[in-house]
């Protein structure tokens, strides 16, 4: 049988896969989108999931996250980011 400490072992490994696993898939999606000067991110607030993908291409460093609490009590999330546009000139 599984001992406590092995088994918060294994936790531990698995989670350090996820999180590598996780953080390469990010890196070839950084690739992947499109940016540069021609390039103009927008936000609608009600819609944003929180994925961050307009601050990657927001190369004026115009667009930030902040955390917002979750609409429905029946949610419970650990974090709830929506995207906001700071500066006026961008809106």
């Known amino acids: 049988m599984t001992s406590p400490d092995e088994l918060s072992k294994r936790r531990e490994q698995e989670?350090?896969?996820?999180?590598?696993?996780?953080?390469?898939?990010?890196?070839?999606?950084?690739?992947?989108?499109?940016?540069?000067?021609?390039?103009?991110?927008?936000v609608t607030e009600s819609l944003c999931i929180g994925c961050d993908q307009c601050t990657i291409v927001c190369d004026d460093e115009a667009i930030e996250l902040y955390f917002k609490d979750v609409a429905s009590p029946l949610m419970q999330v650990p974090s709830n980011r929506k995207a906001k546009i700071i500066r006026d000139a961008c809106t």
Do not use: C, F, P
Request: net charge positive; hydrophobic share 40%.
């Open 15 to 42: 989670a350090k896969k996820i999180a590598l696993s996780l953080a390469k898939q990010r890196g070839e999606k950084q690739a992947s989108i499109k940016g540069g000067d021609g390039t103009v991110a927008w």
